[in-house]
């Protein structure tokens, strides 16, 4: 617990001031995103909204790498996918978001682990999924979320209408400045894999992988290319 505590204390340290960033991170944000911080530590299915603007709905546990050249582990973290910016809790589910603006990159550790960094994807900075490297190619998750509203008018036989927010992922090859997507349809994957199509399509089903995952995609994108 003490250990964990220091370690926690560095991490605000290295934020040049724990008062000074937390002013940041509120003032950074406008009215709707300081209501939506809301759901980075309570149920977001309530009030007429589902989902949430920031990546996960509940924010795992990452080492993060400073641009300094610490890194500290087991940090509450998540990342608001419409400014690109992420945000750590230091102390504990009550606590405010702090807005994190000198992470070099974040890995979600695990049987798979995740890696996350800010690459140029089309021309602008992005905080991305790191999901492949080889030879200078860069294959990468995109991350969106969209508020989705109701579009019928409720009447007295439909259920409850919510705001929500749905994720969508798009998949792209970069190298250098260029990228290319990757779609993920069958036709997609046909064009993306070549030669290689009748092996996919049997590697897909014989590991029930879904292109729509990002970790199962990194296992599609790791069988084409090597």
Same mark, same amino acid.
């Given at each position: 617990?003490?250990? +964990? #505590?220091?370690?926690?204390? *560095?991490?605000?340290?290295? *934020?040049? %001031?724990?008062?000074?960033?937390?002013?940041?991170?509120?003032?950074?944000?406008?009215?709707?995103?300081?209501?939506?911080? =809301?759901?980075? +530590?309570?149920?977001?299915?309530?009030?007429? *909204?589902? =989902? $949430?603007? #920031?990546?996960?709905? $509940? /924010? /795992?546990? %990452?080492?993060?790498?400073?641009?300094?050249?610490?890194?500290?582990? !087991?940090?509450?973290?998540?990342?608001?996918? &419409?400014?690109? &910016?992420?945000?750590?809790?230091?102390?504990? &589910?009550?606590?405010?978001?702090?807005?994190?603006?000198?992470?070099?990159?974040? !890995?979600?550790? =695990?049987?798979?682990?995740?890696?996350? +960094?800010?690459?140029?994807?089309?021309?602008?900075?992005?905080?991305?999924?790191? *999901?492949? !490297?080889?030879?200078?190619?860069?294959?990468?998750?995109?991350?969106?979320?969209?508020?989705? +509203?109701?579009?019928?008018?409720?009447?007295?036989?439909? =259920?409850?209408?919510?705001?929500?927010?749905?994720?969508?992922?798009?998949? #792209?090859?970069?190298?250098? @400045?260029?990228?290319?997507?990757?779609?993920?349809?069958?036709?997609?994957?046909?064009?993306?894999?070549?030669?290689?199509?009748?092996?996919?399509?049997?590697?897909?089903?014989?590991?029930?992988?879904?292109?729509?995952?990002?970790?199962? @995609?990194?296992?599609?994108?790791? #069988?084409?290319?090597?």
């Amino acid at each position: 617990m003490k250990k +964990r #505590f220091l370690t926690l204390i *560095l991490v605000i340290v290295s *934020l040049s %001031g724990s008062q000074h960033v937390r002013s940041q991170a509120i003032q950074s944000l406008n009215k709707q995103y300081q209501d939506y911080l =809301g759901t980075f +530590r309570v149920n977001p299915k309530s009030d007429g *909204l589902k =989902g $949430t603007p #920031f990546l996960f709905d $509940t /924010p /795992p546990l %990452g080492k993060i790498a400073l641009d300094g050249g610490k890194d500290y582990s !087991e940090i509450p973290f998540n990342i608001l996918l &419409e400014k690109n &910016e992420v945000y750590i809790q230091t102390g504990g &589910e009550d606590s405010e978001p702090l807005l994190l603006r000198n992470w070099k990159w974040i !890995e979600i550790p =695990g049987e798979e682990v995740r890696s996350f +960094r800010i690459e140029y994807l089309q021309g602008k900075p992005q905080v991305v999924e790191i *999901l492949f !490297e080889k030879e200078g190619e860069k294959y990468i998750a995109s991350h969106k979320k969209t508020l989705i +509203r109701p579009s019928g008018q409720r009447d007295g036989y439909s =259920g409850p209408q919510y705001d929500e927010f749905r994720h969508n992922i798009k998949y #792209f090859k970069i190298k250098g @400045m260029q990228s290319a997507e990757i779609k993920t349809n069958s036709s997609g994957l046909k064009e993306w894999a070549g030669n290689k199509n009748d092996e996919l399509k049997e590697f897909i089903k014989e590991n029930k992988l879904d292109p729509n995952q990002p970790l199962d @995609m990194k296992k599609i994108i790791s #069988f084409i290319v090597n």
